[in-house]
Nanobody
């Protein structure tokens, strides 16, 4: 049974940092891309960042470039999202998802495996 479990969300003031983790079980992480999505209240889910299974290629949505860093540790079956300089507009529920596409993408309909999400609130 494939499971993705996010952790590390919470409340932080603007300008602060959080580190999200996605613990993966039930699949061999080496063969999967891992993406982070987020969904803010009243908005559609959007792709935030993706790291390809080769552990080299990464993709970021423009709004988080230079602030967020995605990384993976296949030996520990975990993927992390370091979020710095957080802004109120980063407030959302953050989800990790995995798929076996040839490259990273943010077409959420193509991701078969999802975590339950972890909430992030950025406010003063």
């Amino acid at each position: 049974q494939v499971q993705l479990v996010e952790s590390g969300g919470g409340w932080v003031q603007p300008g602060g940092s959080l580190r999200l983790s996605c613990a993966v079980s039930g699949l061999t992480l080496d063969y999967y891309n891992i993406a982070w999505f987020r969904q803010a209240p009243g908005k559609e889910r959007e792709g935030v960042s993706c790291i390809r299974r080769n552990n080299v290629n990464t993709v970021y949505v423009d709004s988080v470039k230079g602030r967020f860093t995605i990384s993976r540790d296949n030996a520990k079956n975990t993927v992390s999202l370091q979020m710095n300089s957080l802004k109120p507009e980063d407030t959302a529920v953050y989800y990790c998802a995995s798929d076996m596409s040839a490259t990273c993408h943010f077409d959420d309909g193509l991701y078969p495996y999802w975590g339950q999400g972890t909430p992030v609130t950025v406010s003063s």
